[in-house]
């Protein structure tokens, strides 16, 4: 299928993190942060783990004091995608995670405000050449910028990120990433548009606190979405009250979505209306489950009537278009055969395994 092109992709500098490249040409990543109790080794190792394997790329853990600061080496050493500080409050956490050789730090300029403890930061971090995303969040930004503006606006959000920014440079510290985040998707948008025209550094996007998974999923996908299709934007976390492995779940989607990255199964289905003659939903139901930890980039298209299924399940790497009971099976366009509405799970999975042991 022809895919149309998006805006042309902000230039940025490129930041090493790690084994992985964020901003200049990099791919957008995907990452996520675990929400385990950092003080528990093997719980947080399980549950990185579980992420990479759903897509992680990079991941962040809450480090509230020294105990979750001197397991970072530990934990590091037993994952094997890059590993992320969240420093809050207490500049020495982020000088110990530095000397556990994590791969990158989180600071938010709302709550490390004193200059000779961030110059500390700075230097050991130029030191390992560990690169610093400054965070901006809605909830923590100094309360004198909020009274400049008369509340959290963009300007708001963008002159928090600026006097960290301005800090760094002069002390020649320019290994930075930014993020701006707030719940509102507006005002998220129209922060990470103005910081856009004044610094060439890349962009982690999110939306803040976006709630449960539904309604999160749908506000994260409209703001990060919107974002990305202007160009906007080089690391992707989803912010959901849920299991984390949705998160990386959702970016992956938003990215599939605007042909930006492939990974896994792109599920194509009609939202069925009166000329159905099959259990459409409920075939999709189990197909989807069956798809799950599928990896290798694949489009599959179970259609449920004449009108739009044939075109879709043609222009699919598989696809079935259903009639009374019964339906077409395609690969790449041609006709297969004939297929039962019983056989539609099977046909399909049989047809998908063929294709990975041929690798296409």
Known sequence: MHKTEIFQRRKTKKIKVGSLYIGGDAPISVQSMTNSDTRDIDATVKQIQRLTEAGCELVRVAVPDMKSAENLSEIKSQISIPLVADIHFDYKLALKAIEQGIDKLRLNPGNIRNKQELIAIITAAKDKKIPIRIGVNAGSIPQEIIAKYHGITPETMVESALWEIDLFE???????????????????????????????????????????????????????????????????????????????????????????????????????????????????????????????????????????????????????????????????????????????????????????????
């Not at 934007?233 to 990386?248: C, H, M, N, Q, Y």
């Not at 004449?306 to 399940?313: I, K």
């Open 170 to 360: 002069k002390h020649n510290f320019n290994n930075i990433i930014i993020s701006l985040k707030t719940s509102d998707v507006p005002t998220t948008l129209n922060s990470y548009r103005l910081m856009a025209k004044k610094v060439e550094y890349p962009f982690h996007l999110g939306i803040t606190e976006a709630g449960p998974a539904w309604c999160g999923t749908i506000k994260s996908a409209v703001g990060i979405g919107i974002l990305l299709a202007e160009g906007i934007g080089d690391t992707i976390r989803v912010s959901l009250t849920a299991d984390p492995v949705e998160e990386v779940k959702v970016g992956w989607e938003i990215l599939k979505s605007l042909g930006l990255r492939l990974r896994g199964v792109n599920l194509i289905s009609c939202p069925t209306c009166g000329r159905c003659e099959v259990d459409l939903l409920n075939i999709v139901k189990q197909l989807e489950s069956k798809l799950d930890t599928i990896k290798m980039p694949i489009t599959i298209a179970v259609m449920g009537c004449v009108v739009n299924g044939p075109g879709e399940a043609k222009i699919a790497d598989i696809g079935i278009a259903a009639g009374k009971g019964s339906g077409v099976l395609f690969r790449h366009g041609k006709i297969v055969k004939k297929v039962p509405e019983s056989e539609f799970i099977s046909a399909l999975l049989d047809e998908l395994k063929e294709m990975q042991t041929k690798n296409f």
